[in-house]
């Protein structure tokens, strides 16, 4: 009987399947008709002048794709912003969004940046710059296929991508983004300020002289 049991306990685990592993590119998902919808809070600091914070919606919807110049299929994003559900869209400006097996790109304003590195795996560091003209702008991947909640929703497997988090004396530049799979961009951080540091008749080291400081969640998503 032992034996049997044994054999019976083996023969569960061969039977038992193995989860099926999902491709990395969900992490970046193109396809038409999707739209995410974000809640964006801004506070700009100005010299000499108040605080100055803006709250608006934020919509990206995907298009059809297109043959790009590289022979992907390349998906123009649209973007739209309204100051709450009860006003009209008005767009903002298009880019255009492709997958390799190694990249997700985005194209704005004529650059191209590398959001995203293949495989996932924490550690994972790249040149976003990489097909620009420009400096070398190294981003990290962090917190591969980990939980991450935002606002009053919850995502099961996210990964954080750091772009820069520098902090001194005298200025903070803090750019983070999170993307959950089979969502894209969930969440994102853009601190860019300047400390009034030691400058005269600024009270405290650490007050914000200038600069600005953005939040961006998701609050809706979907297919049209």
């Known amino acids: 009987m032992r034996y049997l049991v044994w054999f019976v306990l083996l023969t569960s685990c061969r039977l038992d399947p193995s989860p099926t592993a999902l491709p990395d590119s969900l992490y970046f998902p193109l396809q038409t008709g999707n739209f995410r919808v974000y809640s964006v809070t801004e506070h700009v ?26 022979g992907d299929s390349t998906y123009p994003i649209t973007y739209a912003h309204r100051l709450n559900s009860d006003s009209e869209w008005h767009t903002d400006s298009i880019s255009a969004a492709r997958l390799t097996s190694a990249e997700a790109l985005l194209t704005h304003g004529g650059q191209t940046t590398v ?3 293949f495989p996932v795996a924490n550690g994972t560091r790249w040149n976003s710059n990489r097909y620009r003209n420009e400096p070398p702008d190294e981003f990290v991947m962090q917190q591969c296929h980990t939980p991450f909640r935002t606002g009053a929703k919850d995502f099961v497997r996210t990964l954080t991508v750091i772009q820069q988090n520098d902090s001194t004396l005298v200025s903070q530049d803090k750019r983070v983004e999170v993307y959950a799979q089979g969502v894209g961009l969930v969440y994102a951080e853009r601190q860019q300020v300047r400390f009034c540091a030691a400058e005269a008749g600024c009270g405290t080291p650490t007050a914000i002289k200038s600069g600005i400081r953005q939040f961006i969640r998701l609050t809706e998503y979907g297919n049209k």
Do not use: I
């Open 115 to 117: 959001m995203l590195a």
């Open 45 to 70: 600091y100005r010299p000499g002048q108040t605080l100055l914070t803006r709250q608006y919606q934020w919509r990206h919807t995907t298009g059809t794709p297109f043959l790009g110049l590289s």
